[in-house]
C-alpha cells in the first residue's frame, strides 16, 4: 500500500522559510514523478512543483525562484525548500505520487494527508 | 482564477445522474487527457477518474468521464449521499509547462 506522510509545516513570518518532507513508502520511489499540491483555505486546489524520477523540475509561475523542490531517493524522501514566503503561501501542501506513460499524461494516484503551512505575522 | 472553468455547484437528488463540466483550451484539455479527483470533506483528494475515462480499481462505474475538444465531463448516474464532495478536473497544460486544476465544483445531494 502507497503512503505519503508529509511533515514540516507550520506557523512562519512573511520572508520566513520553511522545509516540507515528504517520507513515502509502499512502491518504487526513484521510479516515480513526486509532486507538491497546495490548497489554500476555501479555495481550489494549486500545483506547485514536480521532480521526475529522471531529475526533471517543474515549477509553477507563482513559486518560481522560491520553492526549491529535492528528494532523496535512498530515504525514499520528498522535499520542498519554501524561501520569501508570503501570505498567499498560507495552504495545506500535500505530496502527491505522480503516475502515467507521459509528462503530459501524468495523473495523480497517491496523496498524502497534507500538512499546513501558515504565513502571518 | 484558475485554468480550467467548472461550474462552482452542482447538486441533484439520490438515484439522479448529474454533469459536471471542465473547459479549457488547446494548450491543455485539447492537447491531452483529462483526470478528475474527488475530496470529500475534511480528507485529501482522490483519483477518480484518468485518462478521460478510466477508472482506477475500486471506483464505482456510477462515476464515468469523457472529453470533447477542449472541454471534459464527469457523469456520477445513480447519485448517492456519500457523493457529496468537491470534484476538480486537471490536465497538463503546455503553454504553462505545469499541471492546471479547475477551480472545483461542490456536490451536494439534496
Known amino acids: 500500500e502507497v503512503q505519503l506522510l508529509e511533515s514540516g509545516g507550520g506557523l512562519v513570518q512573511p520572508g520566513g522559510s520553511l522545509r516540507l518532507s515528504c517520507a513515502a513508502s509502499g512502491f518504487t520511489f526513484s521510479n516515480y514523478a513526486m509532486n507538491w499540491v497546495r490548497q489554500a483555505p476555501g479555495k481550489g486546489l494549486e500545483w506547485v512543483s514536480s521532480l521526475g524520477g529522471g531529475g526533471s523540475i517543474f515549477y509553477a509561475d507563482s513559486v518560481k525562484g522560491r520553492f526549491t523542490i529535492s528528494r532523496d531517493n535512498s530515504k525514499n524522501t520528498l522535499f520542498l525548500q519554501m524561501n520569501s514566503l508570503r501570505a498567499e503561501d498560507t495552504a495545506v501542501y500535500y505530496c502527491v505520487k505522480a503516475r502515467g506513460l507521459e509528462r503530459s499524461s501524468y495523473y495523480f494516484d497517491s496523496w498524502g494527508q497534507g500538512t499546513l503551512v501558515t504565513v502571518s505575522s | 482564477q484558475s485554468v480550467l472553468t467548472q461550474p462552482p455547484s452542482a447538486s441533484g437528488t439520490p438515484g439522479q445522474t448529474v454533469t459536471i463540466s471542465c473547459s479549457g483550451s488547446s494548450s491543455n484539455i485539447g492537447s491531452t487527457t483529462v483526470n478528475w479527483y474527488q475530496q470529500l470533506p475534511g480528507t485529501a483528494p482522490k483519483l477518480l477518474i484518468y485518462?478521460?475515462?478510466q477508472r482506477p480499481s475500486g471506483v464505482p462505474d456510477r462515476f464515468s468521464g469523457s472529453k470533447s475538444g477542449t472541454s471534459a465531463s464527469l457523469a456520477i448516474s445513480g447519485l448517492q449521499s456519500e457523493d457529496e464532495a468537491d470534484y476538480s478536473c486537471?490536465?497538463?497544460?503546455?503553454?504553462?509547462?505545469?499541471?492546471?486544476f479547475g477551480g472545483g465544483t461542490k456536490l451536494t445531494v439534496l
Open positions: 485518462s478521460n475515462n
Open positions: 486537471s490536465t497538463w497544460d503546455s503553454s504553462l509547462n505545469g499541471w492546471v
